[in-house]
């Protein structure tokens, strides 16, 4: 009975050891992980407020006048008949 | 040695290596201790975006990095100066004089990009590191630089909003930064059984301004076109609602980049539409008519006797071109601009009312704008009024204002007589809900007969003027010119002046009141030659934008 108990006991011991690792190592890579997502959340974050700036960016009036001016679609380009319609009623 | 006797000097020892390890890291080497382990760290809250009435953005942010070295950690200082500098250029000597060895932690440069983050990461240097940030990002660039204002550093280093909306409505925009305390191992990682606290930021307010970003592009495109072609020293366009007194487009030349505002002085931070005091000239005069209307001091039927200039004291007072019409109704005398007119009008209200009605219509206080930088509101005291004062102040001269202060009081002319509170912002949201902000009535200044009239007037005044503009066809446009001169050292210079227009469109029910000012054109020195013209080719764009068909 005293032996079986002892080896009860060195059991239990044995046990609660690898327990322990097994907790610790888990809560390393539990660490490792939030460290990651922690930091994917951050990526994430920049890279879409970089988008949301890229598309405000071509959406903007600076943007198109840019734009206009390299197509030379500019005021000596415009249309006159716009301005007199009989110009349009010839074409 | 029995066996129990060396398990126990065997954890004795082990007891001492372990005392000795905490006697090293608490007492000996305990600043380290406290920063390797527990680490706290402000998270930076969001800055609110401002948006245009379109939603639009108009000042919005983007990801930057502060880049920091642990000096104490540097091998070479020189080799390592040479590489940050080869990246980001900011002299070799400035660079040294930061990197203080004493000294865990410097702050080297802030507001990198992502590509500048990179190449220094690329340096593979070991001592350095990098914190998160935010900067602002101007989609339009500087085209509301003077509305907008711009974000720089308090004395601390913190990120403060400086005039216009920005400087207003810092507090919103800035939001409360977090904090997160978390134990962490050697590597940087969370340690789970420590200390893991975590006070999530609160991000900064967005803003939707009453602007239109439209309105304000062509304002601007219009106002440049204007300065250059009038040669003028510089110029405002004010476009806003009569009826809400919400601003459509405030744009003032010349302005600052609001990307690189620190190559700027402060003058060209202060937005003369709310901080610059100009002498109206003759587009004060329908305040005067308006008012003796109301007083019922003169009748739109009567007839004065233009027969020649007016002397008060050792004064004389003559119209702009020293010509005289002889029996002219009061609608002419806005027509005609006529100085010696409207200084009889004033004789028929009396100094009393005159004073009164100028308190009434707010030129005495503040218009309240939600901008930072506004002037404030200055009146001299009734006692220190002469009789020339009420004379010359009844065509806009020997009195200032802001441009702001006209709109205000211009538009209540036009509305019925309310004068409104004038405002940029129209909705603030936050993640508690959203705040709209509506129309301020003040107090009443006119009737809605007497605004009915004037109104007819100055339809009058641009139809029958001096002048002839190139007025789109089948629209009714009203306004009133302004020419003032400019006082210096005591004296009016003739040769420098203020050109103003003011004016609306359509009569009936106004949608746009716009102020046009030019200073010191060189074209001329009119504001029906010079400011006029530009109005009415602002107003012609307005009326196809806002889709307003003809009357």
């Known amino acids: 009975m005293k032996t079986l108990t002892k080896y009860l006991i060195l059991l239990i011991f044995l046990a609660l050891i690898a327990g322990n690792i097994f907790v610790f190592v888990y809560s390393l890579n539990l660490s490792d992980d939030i460290n990651h997502f922690e930091k994917g959340i951050e990526k994430l974050h920049q890279e879409n407020l970089n988008l949301e700036n890229k598309i405000y960016e071509v959406d903007s009036l600076q943007y198109a006048a840019s734009i206009a001016a390299q197509l030379d679609f500019i005021k000596k380009a415009e249309p006159s008949y716009l301005e007199n319609l009989k110009y349009a009623k010839n074409q | ?551």
């Not at chain 2, 406290?34 to 998270?43: A, E, G, M, S, V």
């Not at chain 2, 937005?271 to 005067?288: D, H, Q, R």
């Not at chain 2, 702001?404 to 007589?417: D, H, Q, T, Y």
């Not at chain 2, 001096?466 to 010119?481: D, H, L, N, S």
């Open chain 2, 1 to 551: 040695m029995t066996k129990p006797r060396i398990l126990l000097l065997s954890f004795l020892i082990l007891y001492l290596l372990i005392i000795a390890k905490l006697f090293h890291l608490q007492i000996l080497n305990s600043a380290s201790t406290d920063t390797t382990y527990l680490k706290t760290n402000r998270i930076p809250p969001e800055r609110g975006k401002i948006y245009d009435r379109n939603s639009q953005p108009l000042a919005v942010n983007k990801p930057s990095f502060l880049l920091y070295a642990e000096p104490k950690k540097i091998p070479s200082v020189d080799e390592f100066v040479s590489k940050i500098d080869s990246v980001l250029q900011l002299g070799v000597a400035s660079l040294s004089a930061k990197i203080d060895k004493t000294k865990d932690w410097v702050a080297i440069k802030g507001g990198l990009d992502k590509e500048q983050k990179q190449k220094l990461l690329d340096l593979g240097l070991k001592a350095i590191g990098f914190e998160d940030g935010y900067q602002r990002y101007y989609p339009e660039s500087s085209l509301s630089a003077h509305l907008l204002g711009f974000v720089g550093k308090d004395f601390q280093g913190e990120d403060v909003g400086y005039f216009g909306v920005e400087g207003y409505y810092n507090r919103d925009l800035a939001g409360l930064p977090g904090i997160i305390k978390s134990d962490r191992d050697i590597l940087g990682r969370p340690i789970l059984i420590g200390t893991q606290q975590k006070l999530d930021p609160e991000n900064g307010r967005d803003l939707y301004l009453t602007i239109d970003k439209s309105v304000q592009e062509m304002a601007k495109r219009k106002l440049q076109a204007g300065i250059e072609s009038y040669q003028a020293k510089e110029g405002c366009v004010l476009i806003t609602n009569p009826e809400t007194l919400e601003i459509l487009a405030l744009t003032c030349l010349p302005d600052f980049d609001v990307d690189r505002y620190y190559l700027f002085s402060e003058e060209f931070f202060k937005n003369p539409a709310i901080s610059n005091l100009y002498e109206p000239g003759s587009t004060f005069k329908p305040f005067i008519m308006a008012s003796a209307l109301e007083e019922k001091r003169v009748h739109p039927d009567d007839f004065y006797d233009e027969t020649g200039p007016v002397r008060i004291g050792e004064y004389t007072i003559k119209t702009w071109n020293n010509k005289y019409e002889g029996k002219i109704s009061m609608t002419r005398i806005l027509e005609k601009s006529s100085n010696v007119g409207i200084v009889h009008v004033a004789n028929r209200l009396g100094g009393k009312n005159i004073y009164s009605y100028l308190r009434k219509f707010g030129f005495a206080d503040l218009s309240g704008i939600d901008l930072q930088g506004e002037a404030p509101g200055y009146l001299r005291d009734e006692s220190a009024w002469y009789p020339i004062d009420y004379a010359t102040v009844s065509f806009g001269q020997g009195i200032a204002l802001t441009p702001i202060k006209m709109m205000r009081a211009f538009a209540s002319l036009i509305n019925g007589g309310k004068l409104l509170k004038p405002y940029v912002v129209q909705r603030i949201n936050s993640l508690a809900g959203s705040k709209t902000i509506q129309p301020k009535i003040e107090r009443r200044t006119i009737s809605a007969k007497t605004s009915e009239i004037i109104k007819k007037m100055l339809l009058s005044a641009v139809e029958n003027g001096e002048v002839r503009w190139a007025k789109p066809k089948g629209y009714e446009i009203a306004g009133k010119t302004g020419t003032a001169q400019i006082p210096i050292q005591g004296h009016y210079d003739p040769t420098k002046t203020v050109a103003s227009f003011i004016g609306f469109a359509p009569v009936s029910r106004p949608k746009f009141l716009a102020l046009v000012i030019l200073r010191e054109p060189q074209s001329s020195p009119w504001g029906s030659e010079t400011a006029g013209p530009l109005f009415f080719d602002i107003a012609k764009e307005l009326l196809v934008y806002y889709n307003i068909a003809p009357e």
